[in-house]
């Protein structure tokens, strides 16, 4: 049996202290993928695919699918567009930091779904994704239906505090409620 010494006890051992409620430049690190939401890994596993996190994209599209023709599980099933971020910032213990926006992707049933607003959520999730690409683009709003996310590009985000319900601790998120702003 090996014995070791820790620099310090393992009881003054420290969590990484939270960002603070604010506005943050974040940048693109890595290329932005498409990912099956929650709801459309549960609803592939419930039909038997063990690892619905490593789903080929031919499964993900065919369980897309047929979700589509189930009005219920339609309301909720879908795609997300992931950002993976980081903190760009002078301060050592907020630079590097990671977070992830997930955009949620319109699906077939979106267009004649509606939110209590009267907007369908097709045109709701796209104005969200409208929002982020121009925050991006300097506040530039993109034209037409083609967008372009990637490495390098820079946005402000602001973070919350809130806690983890599955820890049960306080962590940092991207706050959904507020658009994000672009760098200038």
Do not use: C, H
């Amino acid at each position: 049996m090996g014995e070791f010494t820790l620099t310090k006890s393992v009881s003054d051992v420290q969590e990484a202290p939270l960002l603070r409620e604010d506005w943050y430049v974040m940048r693109i690190v890595e290329e932005p993928t498409m990912e099956s939401n929650g709801a459309l890994k549960e609803y592939m596993k419930g039909r038997g695919l063990s690892e619905p996190k490593t789903a080929s994209q031919e499964d993900v599209t065919r369980f897309l699918a047929m979700a589509m023709e189930d009005d219920k599980a339609a309301e909720k099933i879908g795609l997300n567009l992931v950002l993976k971020l980081r903190v760009q910032s002078d301060d050592p213990a907020s630079n590097g930091r990671l977070f992830r926006k997930y955009l949620p992707w319109p699906n077939e049933k979106d267009k004649t779904r509606y939110t209590n607003g009267g907007q369908s959520y097709e045109d709701f999730k796209l104005g969200q994704i409208k929002s982020v690409v121009a925050a991006f683009n300097g506040g530039v709003e993109p034209a037409g239906s083609s967008i372009v996310l990637e490495p390098g590009m820079e946005a402000q985000f602001y973070v919350t505090i809130s806690l983890d319900q599955q820890s049960q601790k306080m962590r940092n998120e991207l706050d959904m409620n507020q658009a994000p702003k672009a760098v200038l």
